[in-house]
């Protein structure tokens, strides 16, 4: 009898209130989280690479460029000479504009998808939140004095 009472125990562990279930690779930041980045940063790259396609051509006629700007002018990727006409290849949009179009939605995503360690809620959840309780009813109208006075 004694044995039988033995088996029936369980042990019980504690565990902390802040504890996540799920595998992080940070705090606040796990496997579900990086996918929704890495979609991000893949659809901003192909807008990255679309905007270097944007291209136009400036041709100037070499007699009239200033001396320092003839200096060195070779035949490239980016720059044609032929005869007394060179062309030149600009983007439309710089460079720096490009890289912050590759960034900023990265970063914007992970700080909407990253959890609050206090709250277990990310910055779309508590979106998501908010309006669903500006949806609720917040006036009741009741009546008093009806039911059951004695």
Known sequence: MYDIEEN????????PANVSIRF??????????????????????????????LVKYEVYDMNLLPANETIGLVNDENTTIEDDIVTKKVNIIPNGIRYLILALPTIAAYF???????????????????????????????KYRSGSEV
Not at 114 to 138: A, C, V
């Open 112 to 142: 909407c998808v990253k959890r609050d360690r206090s709250t277990g809620m990310s910055l779309i959840d508590n979106l998501i939140n908010m309006r669903d309780f500006n949806k609720k009813q917040k006036r009741y109208l009741y």
């Open 8 to 15: 029936e125990k369980k042990t019980q562990y504690l565990v």
């Open 24 to 53: 992080e690779l940070w705090e606040g930041f796990g496997f579900s989280e990086l996918k929704i980045c890495l979609i991000v940063l893949a659809i901003s790259g192909i807008i990255f690479y679309l905007s270097g396609l």
